[in-house]
């Protein structure tokens, strides 16, 4: 499944505020989603997820910045273009045509005070600007039977809709461009469960109908562990390990990814114990030295307090299309 | 719908309880409106005359307090108000028909014009926060704190005194006869300008300092970064969405301060003399003309009740929230 990139993201860096007072909340992140991928990205609420998906797309609300990095978007025939250097225009046109997003608020995602037809049209009508009112509104109604509501909904308010339907609105109306990307930031965590798994289940169809690739935010492994291709987890900012979903699931090797994995009921296969991760994440402000889990990781000894590892092959795995920030697993290379 | 009517009701409760108030207000003060006349006419009134006065006025004792009150009733549904004693014999409606127009004009024109810039400046100022617009926000402040009858009485003695280019009073000059002509109603603007000016100096800035912090609150919500998101352009975004949104509380608002037209302009109308209805409470105050001041005091509070209904409207318009509650 894994073919070109879509979405290639180089040495994110993102603060928020400015000198001194400046947070770190994304550190030197580099991933790639792959085209027809549906990645995830999991890790405890803070850990910089939703910071991470807001600066690639230029999103982050003052006081956020994007110190450095870059992001390039491959449209797959034309050059690839960077994100961080697009004009203003350029980015206006590039937004929701090519990277959609699901945000983690979804259910305030809707302006109260226009109707469903509104909020799903004016997109179209911004970007295709050539098509007739008659033409977006039959757009809209495709889309809304897509996430299976009925056509009726068109005229309604967000506030006459329950959860759950304003969700699918969402997910209908980050597919209205047809974009190659569609982030989802949390896009479930406000439902229950039953009607998450409806939605991921629906996410998935359309994905395999339509062919889109997916950036899947959440704090919960085990739906990621069910849904996705590949999994990154993030931790103080950083991304600590990033593998095959599968893989990672039978054979974690970051402690942390671990810990995670111990701290939600799983689905499917065999039950785990639960244990959690002792201890609470860290302050950004004062991040320990060295790797950032080392106070909390039960596996932590002599190098992981003094240097940060970076993200590597793990150690005699070099074949395994995974990396991993962990000393236990990066000693020889990193060392050197 | 059902709300509407609750609504209503409780609007029509609190028009008649004022109407009500207004009926028994003036047969609780003591003294006797008559009497003052009386004494105001210096003995040139006969007795029966000075009888007759006392039914002109509802104030004859000779009928039971029940049948006065329903008699007040029946005057007031056919727009008979009394009559003025600063006026005798002119009916109280028709003083009120008189100064009515002026003060609409000026604090109605006044109001909209301050509450369209204000709200428009607001906009500006909170979607361009952090820049230039910031500069904005100091001068509003300023403004707003100024008390509007020392800016009144500075306006008269810069612009007005001694030769200035307005007149200090007046809603029209002596010499030209009131008319739908030019020279009327040029005049009457020429009057009109330093009150309008001072008036939108002190109430626009209330506009702009609250849409600008409705901005500013409504700029945080998720629908507007989704908004940025999508790719709309950004005027787009900051009237369809985060305009929109913010203008709610203050387009209500709004309406409420349409019935604070008739009421709220005592100050400028005794600063500047100018022949309006709050000129005309003032001036019936101080000669204790008691059917005048009841009349306005009527207008008042009718008025305030039905820019609240309006108010009440422009919401249900407005916010599709509101609209099948209750
Ligand atoms: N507006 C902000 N100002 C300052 N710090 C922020 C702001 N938004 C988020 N942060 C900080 O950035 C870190 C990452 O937040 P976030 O990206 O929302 O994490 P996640 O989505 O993984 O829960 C958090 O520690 C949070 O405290
Ligand atoms: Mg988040």
Redesign the interface.
Known sequence: MSGEPVLDIRGLSVDYGLGDAAVHAVRDVSLTLHRGEVLGLAGESGSGKSTLA?GM?R?L??PGVVRSGQVFYHPGDDEPVELMSLSAKR???????EV??V?Q??M????????VATQLT??IA??EPRTTPAARRARAVELLTLVGINADRLGS?P??LSGGMRQRV?IA?ALALEPRVVVMDEPTTALDVVMQRQILAKLVELRERIGFSVLFITHDLSLLVEFSDRIAIMYGGRIVEDAPAGQLYRDSLHPYSDGLLHSFPALRGPRRELTGIPGSPPDLRAMPSGCAFHPRCPKAFDPCAERTPTLLAPDGREDQNRTVACWLHTADRAMT | MSYLLRRIGFYAFTAWAAITINFFLPRAIPGDPVQSLIARAQGQLSTDAIQSLYILFGLDDEQSLVSQYFEYWGQLLSGDLGLSFTFFPSPVSDVIADSLPWTLALVGFTTVISFLLGTALGVVAGWWRGTWADLLMPVTTFLSSIPYFWLGLIAITLFADQGGAFPSSGGYDPGVVPGWDLDFIGSAIHHSLLPAITILITSMSGWVLSMRNMMLTVAAEDYITVAHAKGLSQRRVMVSYAARNALLPNVSAFALSLGLIVGGTLLVEIVFSYPGIGFQLFSAVGAKDYPLIQGIFLIITLSVLVANLVADLVYLLLDPRTRKEG
Do not use: C, E, K
């Open positions: 807001y797309l999103l609300p003052p980015l206006r046109r590039f937004r929701w045509a959609a997003i945000f608020g979804a305030n995602s809707l302006n109260p005070v226009h109707t004016d997109v911004a970007h308010f506030h006459q969402m109306m």
